[in-house]
């Protein structure tokens, strides 16, 4: 199997000038604003590439046509880690990526996608909606000219391909790995050497032994990638994107210039996405395993448990390094996060995972 594609007076005509040149004549007409979205995402990428035009087409939707977004895959008008940077120039008015691609900017960008051991979706969500985190990503990132939103999540990722087996810690070490953001960094720590490629070079880096191992997100991308083909040991669980939020970026001064209306049907739209990403992702990934293993004769295997405590101690020993930042915005953000993730984890224990593990008690139970 191959890999899936994916404004009377000379005031007045002053400004009808000005206007006109922002926008193509046959927009002006109707009123209406052309926005360009850049994404990270491969050419038709199921769950993340069809995610963001969804999310493109529900804003025209919302804004009942006032704004309509064209979508650019990785590398089509901007590189696919060019996103961050092409939306605070004004490149294009939108982009769709994961925000933990911008450490370079700030180390305080990957909290508001995910950290190594960090939250699950639905407590990213709490924090987000409910707690400090939309207000410090805000804050963040208004010094770089950008609104942000959350737009997608995938869900709790998979730990990883990998050429050979991984019996233990030391089997890390000399590892050439393709993992972004703080999982990246807590990976290095244990000896692997992090190799940062955008999804649409993974396959070839990893066919021709560039890399030994790779992270991309689950079952359901990872069986179209193609990835089962050059390597065999599928590794879980994802300690490193526990509850990965994807985002919706904005250029600020097209952000500040829009109505309340057209702001408020813009994060409709990405909430919706939200919600959306996730409900695929997880009625998607299981029927993929399953052609992955049965199919495709995939290895799936646990991480062994003295890795887990080693990357646990990695991720930790990072977040000691985040909260003594000496850039006070990390440390700020840092501080809300683990506090967030402390107190949502006290729930989560006996609600969602204590259920979970309750529903994995041996008793009979129909399957339908």
């Known amino acids: 199997m191959k890999r899936r594609n994916f404004l009377t007076g000379s005031a007045a005509a002053g400004a009808a000038a000005a206007a006109a040149a922002a926008?193509?004549?046959?927009?002006?007409?109707?009123?209406?604003?052309?926005?360009?979205?850049?994404?990270s995402w491969p050419k038709g990428l199921?769950?993340?590439?069809?995610?963001?035009?969804?999310?493109?087409?529900?804003?025209?939707?919302?804004?009942?046509g006032k704004i309509k977004v064209k979508v650019y895959a990785g590398g089509e008008l901007v590189p696919a880690l060019g996103c961050f940077d092409a939306v605070s120039d004004g490149t294009a008015e939108l982009g769709h990526d994961a925000s933990y691609y911008h450490l370079g900017k700030s180390p305080g960008c990957a909290f508001f996608c995910t950290v190594p051991f960090g939250m699950l979706p639905h407590e990213m969500n709490a924090w987000m909606y409910w707690g400090d985190g939309q207000a410090l990503w805000d804050e963040l990132y208004a010094g770089f000219n950008l609104k942000a939103m959350p737009a997608g999540n995938t869900g709790t990722q998979m730990a990883g391909w990998f050429r050979k087996p991984i019996k233990s810690v030391a089997d890390l070490k000399g590892l050439k790995m393709r993992i972004p953001g703080q999982g990246g960094i807590v990976m290095g720590k244990l000896g692997v050497t992090n190799v940062l490629l955008p999804g649409g070079e993974i396959f070839t880096n990893l066919q021709s032994g560039n890399i030994d191992a790779t992270e991309w997100v689950g079952p359901y991308n990872d069986l179209s990638m193609g990835f089962y083909q050059v390597a065999k040991y599928y590794y879980w669980p994802g300690f490193?994107?526990?509850?990965?939020?994807?985002?919706?970026?904005?250029?600020?001064?097209?952000?500040?210039?829009?109505?309340?209306?057209?702001?408020?049907?813009?994060?409709?739209?990405?909430?919706?996405?939200?919600?959306?990403?996730l409900a695929e992702f997880d009625a998607r990934s299981?029927?993929?395993?399953?052609?992955?293993?049965?199919k495709h004769e995939v290895k799936l295997e646990r991480m062994p448990r003295d890795v887990l405590e080693a990357q646990g101690a990695a991720a930790g020993e990072l977040m000691e390094e985040m909260l003594a930042s000496s850039d006070p915005m990390v440390s700020?953000?840092?501080?809300?996060?683990?506090?967030?993730?402390?107190?949502?984890?006290?729930?989560?224990?006996?609600?969602?995972?204590?259920?979970?593990?309750?529903?994995?008690l041996p008793f009979k139970f129909p399957r339908g």
């Open 46 to 64: 199921p769950g993340l590439g069809t995610g963001a035009q969804r999310c493109a087409e529900s804003i025209e939707k919302l804004t009942e």
């Open 240 to 277: 490193h994107e526990p509850g990965p939020t994807l985002e919706l970026m904005i250029n600020k001064e097209k952000w500040d210039g829009l109505t309340p209306f057209l702001q408020a049907a813009i994060q409709a739209a990405a909430a919706q996405e939200n919600v959306n990403m």
């Open 23 to 39: 926008f193509p004549a046959p927009a002006i007409s109707q009123g209406v604003m052309e926005w360009r979205m850049v994404t």
């Open 286 to 294: 299981g029927p993929a395993l399953q052609e992955l293993i049965q």
């Open 332 to 360: 700020k953000i840092t501080s809300s996060f683990l506090k967030a993730r402390w107190e949502l984890a006290q729930w989560t224990r006996i609600s969602s995972q204590g259920f979970a593990n309750a529903r994995l």
